[in-house]
Each structure stands twice: as C-alpha cells, then as structure tokens.
C-alpha cells in the first residue's frame, strides 16, 4: 500500500543550528501538509502546500519554517535556527485533492539540544 | 479553535464496547477521527461530513450531530487492536482542506485481554 515516508526518523540539533526534514508524499497527491507533535500534546497543523506554494498556514508556521517541493517526489521542511521549544515530532501528511482524506507518514523526531 | 474529547483516557477488556466524543464550540462541516499507536504515525479510520455522508476505510462507526457540533467514535467489542490514541480532527469551512485539521487532545485506549 503507498505510504508517505520520512527520513531522519530521528534527528539531534543544536540550538541556533538549522534543520531540513524530508518527506515523500503519496506519487498521486498533489497536496501537502506538515504537522507537529510536542511530546504528550496534540497534533498541531503548520501548513498545506499545493502547486507549488503555501495555500494555509497556522501562526506556528512563522518567518522560521520554510516549506519547499525541490523535485516531483520530496517536500522539505526547513527551520531556521532552531530552538529549545522546536523539539517536536514532526509529521509529514498528502492527500490526493483538497477534500480527500490525508495520509500521514511515520514521523521525525527532532530534538534540539 | 481546537475541539475538545472525552474522555481522556478509557480501559477496555477485549469485547467491551467505548464510545469516545468529540465537540466543537464552532460550526463544523467535517470531522475526521484518527487513530496513532506509541511512535507511529496517525492512521485514517473515518470521515463525517455535514450532510451525514460518512467515509471510512475500517469497521469502525462514528455519528456527527451537525447541529450540537459534536461527533461520536464508537468501538464495538473491542479487540487488542484498537489500543490507541484516538483523535478527532475537524474542518471548519468547506473551502478548508482536508489536510488542515484542528485536532483534539486525544483519547488514550488501551484493551486488555
């Protein structure tokens, strides 16, 4: 069954230090969303991204994330200068059109030290 | 605006039945329940869209009173499987994606033999 996969699984930064978290969504979704998930909280939405720009994003999502499709198969989280408050598990999640549902993947853990 | 689910948390014997709730204080047009297993990613059960048309992919119900704003997940004889966290996960608008979900804190379940 396609799946969205995510790689690190795990990654350890430094505080001030910037991180990319990668993802590749479903081969026939065109939409896509990144999430994150503070330890013992709920998940949180950041942005969707369709046809190659931001269509939503929550007040999390400020001028430190940035999102990016570099090629026809990744989509690419990028913070800024990391923070304590940054360590999260972060999902990547597609869905197939606007009002389908959304599949999400396995997750990176980023903690930053 | 997140919504708000109850119970917290809920201990099932396998066969048991639970029915875990989910409300908004505003008007929704879809909710979308969730299930997450320890370190894994959210898994799709069921969407309930105004209108009362439902889309799952298990044997799982659900009901969405439009007009109470609330939404009921109920698992029926209960098998070690459906341990979990369960989350619902709401639309607001129709012009939202379905990929932007506000989710709710979660409901711990856990089903022992």
């Known amino acids: 069954e396609p799946e969205v996969t995510q790689t690190p699984s795990h990654q350890v930064t430094q505080m001030g230090q910037e991180v990319i978290l990668r993802c590749v969504p479903i081969s026939n979704h065109l939409y896509f969303y990144w999430y994150r998930q503070i330890l013992g909280q709920k998940v949180e939405f950041l942005v969707s991204?369709?046809?190659?720009?931001?269509?939503?994003k929550s007040e999390i999502f400020d001028d430190q994330f940035s999102v990016e499709r570099p090629d026809g198969s990744n989509f690419t989280l990028k913070i800024r200068s990391t923070k304590l408050e940054d360590s999260a598990m972060y999902f990547c999640a597609s869905s197939q059109t606007v009002n389908t549902e959304a599949f999400f993947g396995q997750g990176t853990r980023l903690t930053v030290v | 605006q997140q919504p708000v689910q109850s119970p917290q948390a809920v201990i099932l014997r396998e066969g048991e039945d639970a029915v875990i709730n989910c409300s908004s204080s505003?008007?929704?047009?879809?909710v979308h329940w969730y299930r997450q297993k320890h370190g894994e990613a959210p898994v799709f059960l069921m969407i309930l869209l105004k209108g009362g048309e439902q889309k799952g992919h298990e044997k799982i119900s659900a009901s969405f009173n439009e007009k109470k704003q609330q939404s009921s997940l109920y698992l029926t004889a209960s098998q070690l499987s459906y341990s979990g966290t369960y989350f619902c996960?709401?639309?607001?608008?129709?012009?939202?994606?379905?990929?932007?979900?506000?989710f709710g804190a979660g409901t711990q379940v856990v089903v022992t033999p």
């Open positions: 991204f369709y046809n190659n720009e931001i269509s939503e």
């Open positions: 996960g709401t639309v607001s608008r129709p012009t939202d994606s379905w990929g932007k979900l506000q």
């Open positions: 505003k008007a929704l047009y879809s």
